[in-house]
T-cell receptor
Framework: EAGVTQFPSHSVIEKGQTVTLRCDPISGHDNLYWYRRVMGKEIKFLLHFVKESKQDESGMPNNRFLAERTGGTYSTLKVQPAELEDSGVYFC???????????FGQGTRLTVV | AQSVAQPEDQVNVAEGNPLTVKCTYSVSGNPYLFWYVQYPNRGLQFLLKYITGDNLVKGSYGFEAEFNKSQTSFHLKKPSALVSDSALYFCAVRDIPTYGGQNFVFGPGTRLSVLP
């Protein structure tokens, strides 16, 4: 069974540009989460989908971040325009609705220069 | 609000020796507790979880963790460390899942170095 897959694994962009991160969850997992780890600090929650609906987006830092999950399958996280402080590792995780644990992807390392 | 503390940024241990990575938590109710590990250039891998029952839970790669409610701790342990255990370890907590789930709250991570 395939795990959570994230694309790209690395992205280097200039300040002001747009970047779109993609996450493919484990098949059948209705829960999909986005987290990020900035500058070696804590892993912080960004938002949570249940199927195609945003259950909780309280962790989204500002309106430069837009997440979608069309059809309740894969999800994208767009940063537009990117700022230097957006650099970090963005993790996606998925789980079954009633499950305790979630499974994480390998992360996308975003560097804004 | 939930919070997780990992008091040590770095833990060094000699190969073959027992290891402990510490975690304490603060929650309003009964928590679900987790350990995840991140190997270099890899994603977060689930190691083990505590939900209820026996305070000593066993997980992947020979790791185990001990839940202590009175001390609000969930320390990760392994009887004999391997060089390949060197990685970044994260403790996490979440509320009891309801439909739609609850998000995880992570600690800052502890870097474990096992020296040959």
């Amino acid at each position: 069974e395939a795990g959570v897959t994230q694309f790209p694994s690395h992205s280097v962009i200039e300040k002001g540009q747009t970047v779109t991160l993609r996450c493919d969850p484990i098949s059948g997992h209705d829960n999909l989460y986005w987290y990020r780890r900035v500058m070696g600090k804590e892993i912080k929650f960004l938002l949570h989908f249940v199927k195609e609906s945003k259950q909780d987006e309280s962790g989204m830092p500002n309106n430069r971040f837009l997440a979608e999950r069309t059809g309740g399958t894969y999800s994208t996280l767009k940063v537009q325009p990117a700022e230097l402080e957006d650099s970090g590792v963005y993790f996606c995780a998925s789980s079954q609705v009633w499950a305790a644990e979630a499974f994480f992807g390998q992360g996308t390392r975003l560097t804004v220069v | 609000a939930q919070s997780v503390a990992q008091p040590e940024d770095q833990v060094n241990v000699a190969e073959g020796n027992p290891l402990t990575v510490k975690c304490t938590y603060s929650v309003s109710g009964n928590p679900y507790l987790f350990w995840y590990v991140q190997y270099p250039n890899r994603g977060l891998q689930f190691l083990l979880k505590y939900i209820t029952g026996d305070n000593l839970v066993k997980g992947s790669y020979g790791f185990e963790a001990e839940f202590n409610k009175s001390q609000t701790s969930f320390h990760l342990k392994k009887p004999s460390a391997l060089v390949s255990d060197s990685a970044l370890y994260f403790c996490a907590v979440r509320d009891i899942p309801t439909y739609g789930g609850q998000n995880f709250v992570f600690g800052p991570g502890t870097r474990l170095s096992v020296l040959p």
